[in-house]
């Protein structure tokens, strides 16, 4: 008896999720998604068929990333259009999340195209329910941006945040991301999730400034999921804080893990000073003192 052959929708776009690091995280589905394709649309072409050829599957590649997305996803719409199936993947994981493959969604949308989740594999996720940390709701943050301006103005909106907030990082970035965590949020605690799913998979589950002192003595390798706890209590009103004297602003802040220098930084934010005005003040009370 013949086997019944995997029937795909024609004219409609599939994210495949692909395995982050064990092969055998592939789902039935995801390979035979893979298989009856009329087109692989892949991140990197050259991971994603050593991929295939692990999985016996013979398939038309084609590339789609930052780079060629406008022009890519124009052709890859022309294909759906036709009728062709796409199946797109990532370079692991699952697609479209901090990824290309969020702006070919869309295009596929406004087209009126249909888009259809294969879910598998998610390195954010995987990486929360083992971190110890609350799961009933959290926050996916993505990559942080390299602008200095950006990555400061993006953790200072997380300051209150009461969730445990999920970070994608390289190593080769991770050193700066955990010092503007620090300088931010203050003193908490973090795991540090990478080579998930592989041999040497490893979770760190630390305070931040352990964190910032391990890696000044060891080489980051590998890429990293980063799961910061949430805000434990509630920050105070900007009204309330500013009620209180200078040293005791200041020292609310130390309290939340701010260095004096930061702390001082965030009192004159708070009370729409200069940093100058908030030493002299804090001075002069040392002294009535």
């Given at each position: 008896?013949t086997?019944?052959?995997?029937?795909?929708?024609?004219?409609?776009?599939?994210?495949?999720?692909?395995?982050?690091?064990n092969?055998?995280?592939?789902?039935?589905?995801?390979?035979?998604?893979?298989?009856?394709?009329?087109?692989?649309?892949a991140?990197?072409?050259?991971?994603?068929?050593?991929?295939?050829?692990?999985?016996?599957?013979?398939?038309?590649?084609?590339?789609?990333?930052?780079?060629?997305?406008?022009?890519?996803?124009?052709?890859?719409?022309?294909?759906?259009?036709?009728?062709?199936?796409?199946?797109?993947?990532?370079?692991?994981?699952?697609?479209?999340?901090?990824?290309?493959?969020?702006?070919?969604?869309?295009?596929?949308?406004?087209?009126?195209?249909?888009?259809?989740?294969?879910?598998?594999?998610?390195?954010?996720?995987?990486?929360?329910?083992?971190?110890?940390?609350?799961?009933?709701?959290?926050?996916?943050?993505?990559?942080?941006?390299?602008?200095?301006?950006?990555?400061?103005?993006?953790?200072?909106?997380?300051v209150?945040?009461?969730?445990?907030?999920?970070?994608?990082?390289?190593?080769?970035?991770?050193?700066?991301?955990?010092?503007?965590?620090?300088?931010?949020?203050?003193?908490?605690?973090?795991?540090?999730?990478?080579?998930?799913?592989?041999?040497?998979?490893?979770?760190?589950r630390?305070?931040?400034?352990?964190?910032?002192?391990?890696y000044?003595?060891?080489?980051?390798?590998?890429?990293?999921?980063?799961?910061?706890?949430?805000?434990?209590?509630?920050?105070?009103?900007?009204?309330?804080?500013?009620?209180?004297?200078?040293?005791?602003h200041?020292?609310?802040?130390?309290?939340?893990?701010?260095?004096?220098?930061?702390?001082?930084?965030a009192?004159?934010?708070?009370?729409?000073?200069?940093?100058?005005?908030?030493?002299?003040?804090?001075?002069?009370?040392?002294?009535r003192?």
């Amino acid at each position: 008896m013949t086997e019944k052959k995997y029937q795909l929708d024609k004219g409609t776009l599939y994210l495949v999720a692909t395995p982050i690091g064990n092969l055998e995280d592939i789902t039935l589905r995801a390979i035979r998604t893979l298989q009856e394709a009329d087109l692989v649309a892949a991140e990197d072409t050259r991971r994603t068929a050593a991929l295939l050829n692990h999985l016996e599957i013979k398939n038309a590649l084609t590339s789609y990333f930052q780079h060629n997305e406008k022009q890519k996803g124009e052709f890859l719409i022309e294909k759906l259009l036709e009728g062709q199936t796409v199946a797109l993947v990532s370079d692991a994981g699952t697609p479209a999340i901090s990824d290309p493959g969020e702006e070919l969604v869309r295009m596929c949308i406004a087209h009126n195209i249909p888009v259809v989740p294969v879910p598998g594999a998610t390195a954010a996720v995987s990486a929360l329910i083992a971190s110890g940390l609350p799961t009933g709701r959290f926050s996916f943050e993505g990559f942080l941006s390299v602008s200095k301006k950006s990555r400061k103005e993006h953790l200072e909106m997380l300051v209150g945040q009461p969730y445990t907030m999920i970070f994608y990082e390289a190593p080769h970035k991770l050193r700066r991301t955990l010092q503007d965590l620090y300088d931010v949020l203050g003193n908490r605690r973090i795991v540090l999730a990478r080579e998930l799913t592989k041999k040497f998979e490893e979770f760190m589950r630390v305070s931040l400034t352990e964190a910032i002192s391990y890696y000044e003595m060891h080489e980051p390798k590998g890429e990293y999921v980063l799961l910061v706890e949430g805000q434990q209590e509630p920050l105070p009103k900007e009204c309330e804080l500013n009620n209180l004297s200078v040293l005791e602003h200041i020292k609310y802040y130390e309290e939340q893990g701010l260095s004096p220098k930061d702390a001082q930084k965030a009192v004159a934010t708070d009370r729409h000073v200069s940093k100058r005005e908030i030493y002299a003040a804090a001075l002069e009370e040392k002294d009535r003192k």
